[in-house]
């Protein structure tokens, strides 16, 4: 009984991490409230850069994400900034609690760009 438990736990296991291809990141998904949090935790340090490259934002609004286990999560994140213009924005959440960091803004990507 206990090794059917065992194959049990290790199938569910390895369906869990499925989504998570070592070192890349599982399937696109809509942002959810979780993600969103995190998103708007560094808005102000996405306004920023983008200012800096001569950007204005008259818009935010975080549509899709990827997600990757690493010691702790990153996100790549489609967001609109205004009518048209989107950025992708990578994330990094560490596990220990410190705040959500932004690492990477990608400006001039449409609606229907993949989040590679």
């Known amino acids: 009984m206990a090794w059917i438990t065992l194959v049990f736990f290790a199938a569910t ?23 969103n949090q995190i998103v708007f935790s560094v808005k102000g340090d996405i306004v920023t850069r ?10 935010f609004e ?16 489609k967001i609109r900034i205004n009518y048209g213009q989107y950025i992708h924005a990578t994330i990094y959440k ?8 932004l690492q990477e803004i990608e ?3 449409s609606l229907l760009e993949p989040l590679v």
């Open 13 to 35: 296991v390895a369906g869990a991490l499925a989504q998570f291809p070592p070192g890349g990141y599982g399937k696109t998904n809509y942002v959810n409230p979780y993600v």
């Open 50 to 59: 983008l200012n800096d490259m001569g950007i204005r934002v008259y818009g």
């Open 62 to 77: 975080p549509l899709f994400y990827r997600a990757r286990a690493a010691v702790g999560s990153g996100y790549l994140v």
């Open 94 to 101: 560490h596990f220990s609690g410190t705040p959500p960091e």
């Open 107 to 109: 400006v001039g990507k």
